[in-house]
Structures are given as C-alpha cells and as structure tokens.
C-alpha cells in the first residue's frame, strides 16, 4: 500500500514543488520565497517568542494577541530557533505544508482502506493522490496558513473514533485526543469538530459506555478550551484572541450571514454532492456510514460556522480557509457513500465513478492557478513581492528607532523590525473594539486614524 501511494503521490509532489518555484520568481528582485501576509504575523509572534521570550508582535510590543493559531506560531517560531531567517523560513514552513498535505492524503488512503478493504489499492491510491491537487486547500497551506496542519488533524480525529469505535470497551481513546488537543491549540474554532466527534462517539458507543464516553471526551474538550481561554487572559489580558474582536464587535448578526451565505455560494456544488452522499450512506456497511456521516458534519458544521462569522477577508478567487481546510475529506466520503455489501459488481461501478467525481473536482480546482501561471502570479505573490521588496528599500532609508504604521502588518513588521503601530486593529486592541466603518468586510473595516496618527505620531 505504501509503496502504491508514493507512487500516486507523484503528480501532486510534482505540482506543490512547481508551484513554489514559479511563485518565487520575484519581478522586483531576486529570487524569494514569501509568505501570505496573515501568516508573516505568525512568524513575526513565534521569531519574537524565541528571541525576546515574549509571545507579541514585535521585540518591545505591547501583550496583544493579533493570531488566531498559537501552536502554529509556535512551529514557525521553532524554524526560526534552528536558525532559518526570511526567504528560507518562508521556504520551510511551506515544504512543512507540502508534508503536512502529504500526510493527510495518507490519512485519507488509510481511511477509504478501512472501508474498502476489497478495492485495489491503485484505485484508492489515485483519488487519494488528487489531495495534493486541491488548489484551496495547496494554495493556503504553501501560503503559510495552518489549513493543511488543520486538516491532518481532522482525518486523524475521524480515524481515531473509527480505532475507539471497533474497541468497544474503549471509553477514551488516546488517537482521539491528540487530535483534538493539537487542533484546539492550533485554532480555537477547532473545538467545534471535536464536539461534533463527541457526539457522534456517543451516539455510536454501546449502551452502557455512552455516560462515560460523553463526559470523559467532553471533560476533555472543557480542559482543552478552558486551558487555551485562560492562558490568553493571563499572558494577552484578553480571553478571546484581539481579531475576534476585531471581526465581530460591532458587526450585526444579520450583516455577518448576509456576507457568510454569499462567500459560501461556490461551496453549493459541493454541499449537494454531501447530501447526495450522506443519503446514499443509508445503506453502506456500518465502518463506511460512520466515516461518511462524520465527515458530512464536520464540513457543514464548518460551514454553519464559516457563515456565522460572515465568511474570510479573502475569498473571492476560491474557497475560504474555511471550507479549504475540509476539502480533504471529499474523497473519503465519494468513494465509500454508495458502497453495497451484496453486490461487487454495482460497487466496482461506484468505486469508478466515485474516483471519477473526486479526480475530476481535483482538476477543475486547478483552474485559478492556470489563470495566474497565465499571468505570471502563480499562488497570487506578486503584491508579496512588491511590499517586501518595498519594505527592504524603506528599512535602508528610515532610522532604526523609527515609528512606522502600516496597514499590512506581517512583512512590514518582519523586515523593518521596528516599532510598529497596525492601522487596522489586528495588534491594536483600541481598534480591535472600535466601531466599523462601512460594509462588513471582516479583519479589515475598523481604524482610527485621529489615534493611531494624530495621538501616536508614527514617523512613517
């Protein structure tokens, strides 16, 4: 098996490894490797967590918590322990992400396996190796954002209910809890998962175990979430991270849905298609019908989620970080929903056109990178490029104990390495709480200019 989904692994190795060199040819400059600017604020928090001691901003910053994905930071900040610095730090966590994606694809081999135990390993081998087509969830995760550690976690999550589930004295299980541990330090909203894995583990467990199950597992989750919430309000002075606030204060409920069901609409293809799959479950073998309507929920439970909070800030040339994280479970759930236990030669015809639909969704994902690879921006770097090299230009003319505010606040922050004053609120609490300004448009409609220029008097 292994050997039949390295070889499956081929293409998708092949395309992760151009698309970071093309996306490293720099117009203004020489060759780069660059980040997504959300995730150079994460580097920006882990380089000054292992050089300063102190988990913020900058070296001197003020306890703020501008990131949504401490253990992530935390990673990126290790990368740059062992001594990597700017392009080849950019460089290492997105082949973290190729890894990462890797795994996941893996992950996902092993589940349809578990299945499927009568399907050629070729035939799972190469919808699986689609994964690594994905442009969402490659396009965010070589960007620098924890999507792809996100979804490992989420396929290890359903693996380990499927490991507890089989043990049926098992209350806990310990393949069950990393996950989740490592998913709620990594983004709070994980926890939402984790609730809908506790559920679905309880409803599934043998009468006399599901009290235990339930509260073992839900104990768990409420030390998890409880542990995170307190180590924010006692190191950052806040129990939530600084852009929750940034996003929801002030923004109606009515404001956030109407923008999180639009943002949501490209996703409507592929919620039909779940639907489809979550029917056709009905009649599957019990180990397919729990992977299938497992997964079902988790993805819409991230969307329910994703249009509560009025969708992502970037999101309009493909899925948001949101859905893009779940879009590994695709696979899984297309080629065991339709499964019969009493009729291979329907299940073969299944197994095909299953692999069919998720190749072909795959491959039609790649659309917006064969439009960019067009116009010379593949993965969309050019700005990235032209800010750093900007930045680079600004840092040599500016004196070092200069006060700069900036409305891009992670290559900024990274190459001037000076004091930094963020003009849209991500690291500035004052804002963050602030009212908005115009339409809803999240991260990005809060500023105070008569503060952060008139009382600050930042020098650039």
């Known amino acids: 098996d292994r050997k039949v989904f390295a070889l499956a692994m081929s293409p998708g190795l092949i395309l992760l490894t151009t698309l970071l060199l093309l996306s490293s040819r720099n117009p203004f400059g020489e060759r780069r490797f660059t980040l997504f600017d959300d995730a150079m604020i994460s580097m920006d928090y882990g380089r000054t967590l292992f050089k300063t001691g102190s988990f913020v901003w900058f070296p001197g910053a003020p306890r703020v918590q501008g990131i949504t994905n401490p253990l992530w930071a ?22 973290t992400g190729v890894v990462l994606i890797i795994a996941a694809s893996w ?6 396996r578990r299945g499927l135990p009568q399907v050629s390993p070729w035939i799972i081998a190469a919808v699986t190796g689609a994964i690594p087509l994905s442009f969402p969830t490659i396009y965010w995760t070589l960007r620098g954002m924890e999507v792809g550690l996100l979804s490992l976690l989420t396929l290890l999550l359903i693996r380990g209910m499927c490991d507890q589930l089989e043990n049926h004295s098992k209350q806990v299980s310990v393949g069950v809890w990393i996950p989740m541990l490592l998913g709620i330090a990594t983004r709070f909203d994980f926890v939402l998962l984790c609730l809908i894995a506790v559920l679905y583990l309880t409803w599934w467990s043998e009468h006399q175990y599901r009290f235990r199950v339930i509260t073992l597992n839900g104990l768990f989750i409420g030390l998890c979430t409880s542990s995170l919430c307190l180590f924010q309000k006692l190191y950052w002075g806040s129990w939530f991270p600084n852009t929750y606030h940034l996003k929801m204060d002030g923004a109606t409920l009515v404001e956030r849905l109407s923008r999180g069901m639009s943002s949501g609409v490209k996703a409507i293809p592929l919620a039909i298609l779940l639907v489809i799959a979550l029917l056709a479950a009905r009649g599957t073998p019990r180990v397919c019908r ?3 309507t497992v997964s079902i929920s988790m993805f819409f439970g991230m969307a329910v989620y994703a249009t509560y909070i009025g969708g992502d800030a970037w999101e309009d040339k493909m899925l948001n970080r949101f859905y893009s994280t779940m879009l590994p479970i695709i696979p899984v759930v297309l080629l065991l929903a339709f499964q019969r236990t009493n009729d291979n030669r329907r299940n073969l015809r299944h197994v095909w056109i299953g692999s069919a639909i998720a190749i072909s969704l795959a491959v039609s994902g790649l659309i917006p990178a064969v439009k960019q690879y067009r116009e ?29 505010a900036t409305v891009w606040a992670g290559i900024p922050a990274y190459y001037l390495r000076s004091t930094m004053l963020d003009l849209l609120g991500k690291n500035d609490v004052r804002i963050a709480h602030s009212s908005p300004h115009g339409s809803f448009f999240p991260g990005h409609n809060k500023w105070d200019y008569n503060y952060s220029i008139g009382e600050l008097h930042p020098d650039v």
């Open 290 to 292: 729990q992977i299938v």
């Open 107 to 112: 992950v996902a081999f092993t589940l349809i």
């Open 376 to 404: 010379r921006d593949v993965l969309f770097t050019r700005t990235n490029h032209y800010v750093t090299e900007t930045t680079l230009s600004l840092r040599d003319i500016i004196e070092p104990d200069s006060v700069v």
């Open 74 to 95: 935390l990673w990126m900040g290790l990368i740059h322990f062992v001594g990597l610095q700017d392009s080849a730090a950019a460089l290492a966590v997105s082949i």
